[in-house]
Structures are given as C-alpha cells and as structure tokens.
C-alpha cells in the first residue's frame, strides 16, 4: 500500500479475509476441544496427560474469547468505516483531482511552523456521512470520557501497587484531556468552517522543504486556536512516548532502594519523573512545531525514544528477576524486606508489561501511520491514510484505559462489578453452585436410603 502497488480495496479485503480465518480457526479449536472432553466420561479412552492437555486447551481458549471478540469488533468497525470512506471517495478517484499541497505554515514570511492537522480547506461539513462521523466522534469521547473517570476512581482507591507509580499511571490517563481540548481548538479547521491560504486547494498532513509549498499566514495570534491545538496534540503523542520510559524509571529506582521502598513512599519521585517527562515531552513538541528537523530524523528520534524505555524496562525487570532466583537459592543474601520488594516490582512489571506493550503499539501505529501519509502523499490513496492516522490518535485511548484496567485481576473485578451482565452471571455461577452441592446432596440420601433398605432386608 505505501508503494501504491496494491489497491486499498483489496488490502481491506485482505483484512477482513484475515479477521475472518482467525476466528475461524479459534471457533474450530474450541469446537475439537470441546468435543474431546466430552469423551471423558468414557473410562479409558485417553491417558492421564492427554485429557490434562484438553482441559488446558478449553481453558486457555476460554480465556481468549474475549480478547478475540473484543480484536473482531474493533476491527469490524474499521473496516467498515475504512469501507465507507473509499465508497466516498470513488468519484474523487476516478476524476483528475488537483493537486495537493504540504501542511507547513509561513508566518509573515519569516519562520515556519508545523501544525498535526490531517486536512485542511476541505468542506467536511457538507458530506452526507458528516452526521454520523459527529455521532460517532461525540460518542466515543463519552465513552472515553467515563472509561477514564472509573480508572481514576478504581486506581486511586486501590492500593494493589506503590503510590508512585498508581501516580504516574492516573497522570497518563488524565493526560488524554489534550487530546479532548485539541479536537475542540482544530474542529473549525477541520471540517471547513475556516479557511486558511488558498481557498481553492486543499492541505493535508505533511513535511516539505520549500517555501512555495507552505500555508501563508500573516500572524500567529489571529490564528492560534490553530497552533496550540496543533501544540497539544503533539504533547499528548510525544507524552505517550516518555510514558514508557516513565514507568520504567520508577520500577528501576524501586529496584535501588530495595531495602525500604514500601516502607519509604516518597511521592516526590513520582511528581520529578512526570515533571521531567514534561520537559521531554515539551521539547518534543517545540521540534515537531519548528519543524527543526526532517521527517525522517524526527521518526528516527521517535524510534529511539521508545526503544531505549523498552529496553530499560526489559532491563529492571531481567534484574529483578535474577534478584528473585538469588533469594530463592541463596535465603541470608537478602533481608526480608528486600525479597519483598523484589516481589513487588516484578508483580508491578508484570502489570505494566501490558501497559507498555499497548503504549508501544499506540506509537508505533502512529509512526507508520505517519510514514504511509509521508510517502503515499503522491498517490490518490493520501486521504485514506489521514482518515486511518485520526482514527488511530483520537480513538485508541479507550483501549489503552482498558488494558490497564484489565491487566490488574483486582480492578478488572472493580471495573465489572457494578455491571449487570456481570452480576447476573455472577449469580447464575452461584446458583448453579447451589444446585450441584443440592444435587449431590439429593444422591448422597439416596444411595444411604438404598442401603439401608437392603441392610433391613438382609436381617430379615
């Protein structure tokens, strides 16, 4: 797709086509399974090992029910929308379209500044799907919005984990709100209802190099909705990329002090790691905004931010884990104390583990996401990949708050518990439970019934 060389009808298809395979695959697992263990009740028709194995199999496949419906769904709705926009955009293909211009801004001639604006002179407000995409934005940022408030109430409560890092894991959460306040400041540039430049062209995302191919603008503050939600939306991604290195510092310095981290909270580490990714993040942004680099050295420092906080985190959690096997072999090298917080932080690791790989994600879908507008820009498939880049930034933060909701057994049960599907399987469990043990109690009075009865008939 980025070389032009495959239809994007036919890659979505390929998609779909994938979706599709694996969920069947995974309902045929399930069904072979299912089927091997009603054998058991069959006395001798598999080893002890085996029918161990298919009782693994169910189990693991059950576990992963839900993540498969949750990959379908999500991707489900993708398509569908991706399937939409290319409908739309037909008549567009199949005229001359005119040529399509860089997204970096002149001011009065003097300096240049870079806004992450997807499109811009383009009236979006006119189409037919504008209703529905407003539908869809509204209810998605509700959604957003009460995901993140019961993840701040249930983090905060909960006091499964050390204070720093339930800190910096609210912060993050919260830190979405950049991402609310930048949709709001750049709607009117979005959809049409402001103009900038030549009317008659339209302006997408990129990088450029020359001076004709900039967004003329006499002055920055009658246009600074503009450049500060173009400011915030870069803060939000580029605080996504020091996140990861964010926990990573907290578990490596809970791994220094090993002896009295528990006992010791100092919150002041947390509030320097979120103060010093600010910085990070900040400084990112003025790069993104000045546009002081080329695009290819800015995806560059991108990757390696994030490969450095993965490598950090994989780092503290090889120790903590050598750590561990030492007070295994080794019980008088390490105190007490110590073995317990070599327990905590891998316990908390293993959490963020999730979180991070999520993270990691999140920026990379953003990066290519960002190389595919970089490079497919000439071709007529440009609006479709600012269509997929918006989706991936302002739609995937539900999923994040999910993933640390569910990485946790305890605030994953916080999270479900006021639902009433939940409650209702919860009682369906117990009345089943109920209904067994009535059951077996039913047999057991029964069967010493009969025996009894045939004890008095041998006396007699």
């Not at 169910?58 to 576990?63: A, E």
């Not at 949750?70 to 489900?76: D, G």
């Not at 910096?168 to 103009?195: D, M």
């Not at 580490?269 to 990112?284: A, E, G, Q, R, W």
Request: charged share 15%.
């Amino acid at each position: 797709m980025v070389n032009n060389r495959i239809p994007f009808i036919i890659a979505d298809s390929l998609c779909i086509i994938c979706v599709v395979f694996v969920c069947v695959i995974y309902f045929t697992l399930w069904f072979i399974n299912i089927q091997l263990g009603k054998r058991f009740s069959t006395p001798g028709t598999y080893r002890l090992a085996q029918q161990f194995q298919v009782k693994e199999n169910i189990r693991h496949i059950m576990l992963a029910r839900n993540l498969i419906c949750c990959a379908t769904f999500f991707v489900a709705i993708a398509c569908g929308l991706l399937f939409t926009i290319v409908l739309d955009l037909l008549p567009i293909w199949l005229k001359n379209p005119v040529a399509h211009y860089k997204m970096i801004f002149l001011i009065n001639g003097t300096y240049e500044l870079w806004v992450a604006i997807p499109i811009l002179n383009k009236s979006l407000y006119t189409s037919w799907k504008y209703p529905y995409v407003m539908t869809l934005d509204i209810s998605i940022f509700i959604i957003t919005i009460l995901l993140v408030m019961r993840a701040v109430s249930i983090i905060q409560t909960s006091k499964f984990f050390h204070i720093n890092l339930r800190i910096i894991l609210i912060f993050q959460l919260c830190q979405w709100v950049q991402i609310l306040l930048a949709r709001y400041f750049l709607f009117p540039y979005l959809v049409g209802y402001r103009f900038l430049g030549d009317h008659r062209k339209i302006y997408h995302h990129f990088w450029t190099d020359s001076l004709e191919e900039t967004v003329p603008i006499p002055c920055v503050i009658e246009e600074w909705p503009l450049f500060f939600g173009g400011f915030l939306y870069t803060h939000h991604f580029a605080s996504c990329i020091f996140f990861l290195f964010s926990v990573s510092a907290e578990r490596a310095i809970a791994s220094f002090y090993l002896s009295d981290y528990e006992k010791n909270t100092r919150p002041y580490i947390s509030f320097i790691i979120i103060f010093v990714s600010m910085i990070f993040s900040s400084i990112y942004s003025l790069i993104f905004a000045f546009n002081f680099f080329t695009f290819l050295v800015t995806s560059f420092l991108i990757a390696l931010v994030t490969i450095a906080s993965v490598s950090l985190y994989v780092f503290v959690y090889y120790y903590n884990t050598r750590v561990k096997k030492v007070t295994c072999n080794k019980n008088g090298k390490y105190t007490l104390t110590r073995r317990f917080q070599t327990m905590e932080n891998l316990k908390s690791l293993k959490m963020a583990k999730y979180v991070v790989t999520t993270h990691a994600i999140y920026v990379a879908l953003c990066e290519i996401c960002l190389l595919c507008v970089y490079y497919g820009v000439e071709s007529r498939y440009w609006e479709i990949f600012i269509y997929i880049m918006d989706s991936v930034v302002f739609y995937s933060h539900s999923v994040i708050v999910l993933t640390v909701l569910f990485s946790v057994p305890t605030w994953k049960q916080a999270f479900l518990r006021p639902l009433f599907a939940f409650r209702r399987m919860q009682s369906n469990k117990v009345s089943l439970a109920e209904e067994e043990e009535r059951n077996v109690e039913e047999d057991a009075k029964k069967i010493s019934t009969v025996y009894f009865e045939q004890l008095d008939k041998a006396w007699t």
